[in-house]
Structures are given as structure tokens and as C-alpha cells.
């Protein structure tokens, strides 16, 4: 099944939400280098979430850029490539359009996108369980 909607567009220039011309909405989000798993899964959700308040059921193109985090998981720290790899497909990806990450680059998601964004993040680490 092809997706209902291809989008052409370049990264924002600044972080945050961004509406483009053709009733797309761009989110874009710098992980810095001090930032934890939690606080960027966490900024992402927020992004998301006001997007969808903001506007409404749009297609939306998520971007992100992480600094720091380096090593040796595809370049990334396990904290950064378990943001990217499980928690990005598992969570983010369902409910945009199309996203660009620096280990996957652009995907189009194959599906449509969902927006019935839960109205909280819970955040459950493999050490928390039982």
C-alpha cells in the first residue's frame, strides 16, 4: 500500500513547528549532548502533541538532529541508537507522515499517518519491570 501523501521538503531552518505551503507541518528537534533518553523522547512527544492541537490531523514531517551521544552503535551511544532504532518505529513514527533521523535518513511511513496521539508520554525502561 503506497502512502496517501509524498512530501518534498528541506529541514526547518530553527527547531520547533513550522507550517509549509502546502498544509504540511515540519517539526524538527535538536537532541543536545546533555540531554537524556527521557528528556528527548519527551520533547518529541510534545512536539507532537502540539502539533496536533496546533493543527489538526496535517501531514507531519518530523526531523531530528542529535549532537553528541557518539559511539559505537552506528555511531551512536546505546542510549541514542535505542532512541533512534525501538522508541522512534515504536512510538514517534506511527504518527507522522515521513521523518528523517541521522541513523535511518528520510522513510516515508508505509502506512497512514495516526492522530490519535495519547494525551501522555509513559516511559517504561527494561530495568523498571518486574
Do not use: C
Amino acid at each position: 500500500m503506497e502512502p496517501e501523501y509524498v512530501p518534498e521538503h528541506r529541514k526547518p531552518d530553527a527547531p520547533g513547528i513550522t507550517m509549509n505551503f502546502d498544509n504540511t507541518v515540519s517539526l524538527y528537534q535538536v537532541v543536545g549532548e546533555d540531554e537524556s533518553f527521557d528528556e528527548a523522547a519527551r520533547a518529541a512527544f510534545v512536539l507532537l502533541r502540539e502539533s496536533q492541537d496546533r493543527y489538526p490531523d496535517w501531514p507531519r514531517l518530523f526531523y531530528l538532529d542529535i549532537e553528541g551521544h557518539r559511539g559505537p552503535r552506528s555511531g551512536f551511544d546505546e542510549d541514542f541508537f535505542e532512541f533512534q532504532q525501538e522508541f522512534w518505529f515504536s512510538t514517534v513514527a506511527h504518527f507522522v507522515t515521513a521523518f528523517d533521523t541521522p541513523l535511518t535518513g528520510a522513510l516515508l511511513n508505509p502506512g497512514r499517518q495516526r492522530n490519535d496521539l495519547p494525551d501522555t508520554l509513559d516511559i517504561t525502561h527494561d530495568d523498571d519491570r518486574p
